[in-house]
């Protein structure tokens, strides 16, 4: 699946593009520490982005730019059960530092501490020069408490009764002043208590599907996709199983929401935070990315043969995932994988098809999670070894045959042992131009015969250049169509080949 066009970019937004995520606020704060001074977007120096045009991004995504909730952050700065994950994050936290959950979005404009609209414009503009697209948060499910239509419009809310509130006190809120009161549920998905900071909108409501396709009208025209929150909890079948209890009095909707949004703003980049194997349901509601938490879960999960299970998905499926090792919602890699095993899911994921996706923080091997209601962590040394491997990985997956050309998982077989299952092997092709690339899951040292398909045939010898470790190797055509290439590969290792041919 080949993603539309970005509005405005220069060109054609290439296949398997890169994203990177940055926490804006946060990102600003160790900025305007850097340079002494408080930045918003519009002081940002032009190098910071250069940096990422440099590094091969196709897209930034600035995460959490919309205006904060006060009540979310009063609810942030008193929810005792936050305070740990500050304390981890944060030793010396200070409340000043809570600034609340960027998902608890008051209103769809910019927070006065990270820009304006113009600035949102400008970044964007530069973005374009470099051929890289902005991309900006939607929230579909929900609101802050204190959005104005919790007043203006209570009818696009969830609501509840007395009752329902006095069995439930922590799933609703109470809105109103002295006229007519509402008992508004806060949002929720169906396997975790409620959102305190947060109401939930109804999609059994015409009028609100009516009012969030106004604030994606407004959100499109600065920028040129949108990253779409729990973007499953208000598709039809989840929305009702999930609220039918407070439905009473609305008809279900005979159409889905995305399919209209999407539709409605055919040149924009939609990325779906979804979970509950739905991804293909997204991708079949006009999704042209849908994030891939099953890979790393299997990741995760030190099961090679599961990995090696999930690529066997095909390639139109696979090209409209998101492949990732951490976000913002995730542990930081290097802390949840450790270390030693970044050469091998690293490098795997780099060259999938589909995009691939990078967080802030994650190409100098960060540690520390940040949770989304603090403004800063503890600063960090830099991991000079993780940096120094994705500065390789994303020098070597600019090249045009990650990006136009045609991609296959490999077949792999045992070399002696049953070690060769925790080799994962695949290549691409382009023409002429062949790159395979190899990867260890497994703490132990494994080898396996990898099936090739060599086009040149079996005379002549085969060139492997490891552009990871700048390493060359040679084989005969013959044996490699006879048994298949040979692998020994440590733990938690890896090969990128570049394969020539000569006769």
């Not at 740990?84 to 000043?96: G, I, N, S, T, V």
């Not at 059994?204 to 973007?231: F, S, Y």
């Not at 045959?401 to 070690?419: K, N, P």
Request: with cysteine; aromatic share 12%; hydrophobic share 40%.
């Amino acid at each position: 699946m080949t993603p539309t066009p970005a509005a405005g970019l220069s060109g054609k937004a290439r296949g398997h593009p890169h994203l990177y995520e940055i926490n804006t606020l946060a990102w600003l704060e160790e900025l305007s520490l850097q340079h002494g001074k408080t930045l918003t977007l519009a002081g940002v120096p032009d190098s910071e982005w250069e940096q990422l045009r440099d590094l091969g991004f196709d897209f930034v995504w600035l995460m959490g730019i919309w205006k904060r909730s006060p009540v979310g952050r009063r609810i942030s700065r008193t929810e005792t059960s936050y305070f740990p994950l500050y304390d981890e994050a944060l030793p010396a936290w200070q409340m000043e530092d809570v600034v609340g959950s960027p998902y608890s979005v008051q209103d769809y404009t910019p927070d006065p501490r990270i820009g304006s609209w113009a600035d949102i414009d400008c970044i964007r503009r530069k973005l374009h020069s470099w051929n890289m697209g902005l991309i900006l948060d939607f929230v579909p499910n929900h609101t802050a408490p204190d959005h104005s239509w919790v007043q203006d419009h209570p009818e696009y809310y969830i609501q509840g009764t007395l009752q329902d509130f006095r069995k439930n006190p922590d799933a609703f809120f109470l809105s109103g002043g002295d006229g007519p009161v509402h008992f508004i549920a806060r949002g929720k998905d169906p396997y975790f208590p409620a959102w305190p900071d947060t109401a939930q909108l109804n999609y059994h409501n015409p009028a609100t599907r009516k009012a969030m396709m106004g604030v994606l009208e407004r959100i499109t025209g600065h920028c040129d996709g949108a990253r779409c929150d729990m973007a499953m909890l208000v598709t039809n079948q989840v929305f009702d199983n999930n609220w039918q209890a407070f439905l009473s009095g609305w008809p279900a909707p005979q159409d889905e929401f995305w399919p209209a949004a999407v539709s409605a703003f055919p040149a924009f980049i939609w990325i779906a935070e979804v979970y509950w194997d739905m991804e293909a349901q997204m991708q079949s509601l006009g999704f042209d990315f849908c994030y891939d938490k099953r890979l790393y879960d299997r990741l995760l999960g030190s099961k090679p043969e599961d990995v090696q299970s999930h690529l066997r998905a095909s390639l139109a499926y696979q090209s409209g995932l998101v492949r990732f090792l951490e976000n913002h919602d995730e542990r930081r890699s290097a802390a949840a994988f450790g270390r030693e095993r970044i050469p091998a899911v690293a490098t795997l994921v780099a060259f999938l098809p589909g995009m691939i996706f990078y967080h802030q923080g994650q190409l100098e091997g960060k540690v520390l999670h940040l949770p989304i209601q603090l403004r800063r962590a503890s600063r960090e040394p830099t991991d000079v070894q993780i940096q120094e491997l994705y500065r390789k990985l994303m020098r070597i997956s600019q090249e045009p045959a990650f990006h136009e050309g045609e991609w296959r998982l490999l077949e792999v077989s045992a070399a002696g042992g049953d070690s060769f299952q925790n080799i994962i092997a695949y290549q691409w092709c382009l023409g002429e131009k062949r790159k395979l690339v190899l990867a260890n899951l497994a703490p132990a040292l494994s080898q396996a015969n990898i099936a090739l398909d060599c086009g040149a045939g079996s005379c002549g010898v085969y060139k492997f250049y490891d552009q990871l470790n700048d390493r060359t190797y040679e084989w005969q055509g013959r044996d490699l169509v006879a048994t298949g290439l040979f692998v020994r590969l440590d733990g938690y290792r890896s090969h990128v080949f570049d394969v020539t041919w000569s006769g």
